[in-house]
């Protein structure tokens, strides 16, 4: 008898033991087949959940089963999840139920204009660009603007994190709040000492930029030169507003690597060579140190600035008429040893 009952009880425990495993396997053993990402639009249904997490996960069957369990089937959030690898059913519907998605990196670059950035930044977002340029237009006119591209000062280049799912006015509610921050007192004052209004001190910082190619090294040395060009009623004459003037008419798709004399006729308002002062508006999204440099203008005498083929990616500065004419010279030539016709 006491043979027989051992017996029993370690068939007992055998299948307790089996089924046990079975259930530890399915709710917490790795289901991962490959890491990666997926999305859950909103609006989705479980089918559409389980097409798109079916790549990611070794049982699929498994997965419903705990997704069932837990109630995923009702109750899910929308978004970009992150798959890694060892992970489990449970940690995995846990992660869909709570809405835990993965942020995506998003580069605000020198973009010409509001439109182009809206292009690239609704490659990682749910909403389509014409959705999210619709949007951005109706936040535009509510705040007394034309467009969306009149809110361009809003935005700085950098590198920023949002989430897939991110509806145009958190979009933008961000950068308002970054705009505001920037705003300090301490600028306030010295834009009023500027004597420049915000719009003209962003459309000079974007001229900045582009200029000097982004590096601060020599930005404010070149927003006091055309601040000096400004004050003494001279056309600025700066070959990015060209650049823009012509791009801004073909939707971008015009490169241009020199400017020429028919380029300086064009005519638009942000043509530099054409329009004497500031634009109406800035060229470029532009970054905080092209605005600090405008407002903390280096004070000199420059009225001239040529690209200095000895350094690329500098100027040659100057206030004498002859000085400039032989610095332009040496550029053009070097424009030309490099067969940069155009």
């Known amino acids: 008898m006491k043979k027989t009952a051992a017996i029993i009880l370690i068939a007992v425990l055998a299948i307790g033991a089996f089924f ?40 699929k069957e498994a997965f419903v089963d ?15 999840y992150r ?9 995995l519907v846990n992660m869909i139920k709570a809405g835990n998605q993965t942020e995506n990196t998003f580069r605000i670059g020198d973009f010409g204009d509001v439109y ?11 909403v389509d660009s014409l959705k999210f340029a619709s949007d951005l237009n109706k936040i535009a006119v ?69 200029e ?31 650049i823009y003037a012509i791009n801004k008419e073909t939707n971008f798709t015009t490169p241009i690597r020199r400017v020429l004399y028919k380029h300086l006729r064009h005519p638009s308002p942000y043509n530099t060579y054409a329009n004497p002062g500031i634009p109406p508006g800035p060229i470029c999204i532009t970054d905080k140190n092209s605005v600090d440099a405008v407002l903390n203008a280096e004070k000199n005498s420059y009225i001239f600035m040529a690209a200095d083929p000895d350094r ?11 000085e400039h004419a032989k610095n332009a010279r040496d550029y053009q030539a070097w424009l030309n040893s490099k067969d940069i016709r155009k």
Not at 214 to 238: C, H, V
Request: hydrophobic residues 30%; charged residues 25%; glycine residues 10%.
């Open 212 to 242: 000097s190619g982004g590096k601060p090294d020599e930005q404010k040395t070149i927003a006091g030169l055309y601040l000096n060009r400004f004050r003494k009623g001279m056309k600025l004459q700066s070959d990015p507003t060209v």
């Open 83 to 91: 798959v890694k690898g060892g992970t489990n059913n449970t940690d």
């Open 142 to 210: 509510q705040k007394g603007y034309r467009n969306a591209e009149d809110l361009k000062k809003y935005f700085f280049i950098d590198t920023y994190q949002f989430f897939w799912t991110v509806k145009p006015a958190e979009f933008f509610k961000k950068f308002e709040d970054q705009y505001k921050e920037f705003w300090t007192s301490e600028r306030l004052q010295k834009e009023k000492q500027s004597g420049l209004t915000r719009d003209q001190i962003y459309a000079l910082a974007s001229i900045v930029y582009k």
């Open 312 to 322: 690329f990616g500098f100027h040659r500065f100057t206030a004498s008429d002859a």
């Open 116 to 126: 182009q950035m809206i292009g690239r930044v609704t490659r990682k977002t749910e």
């Open 20 to 59: 046990g495993y079975g259930f530890y396997k399915k709710y917490y053993g790795n289901n991962v087949a490959k890491e990666g990402y997926f999305h859950i639009p909103t609006g989705a249904n479980f089918n559409q959940i389980l097409d798109s997490i079916g790549p990611y996960v070794q049982n």
């Open 66 to 80: 705990v997704a069932k369990d837990k109630n995923m089937d009702r109750f899910f959030h929308p978004g970009r």
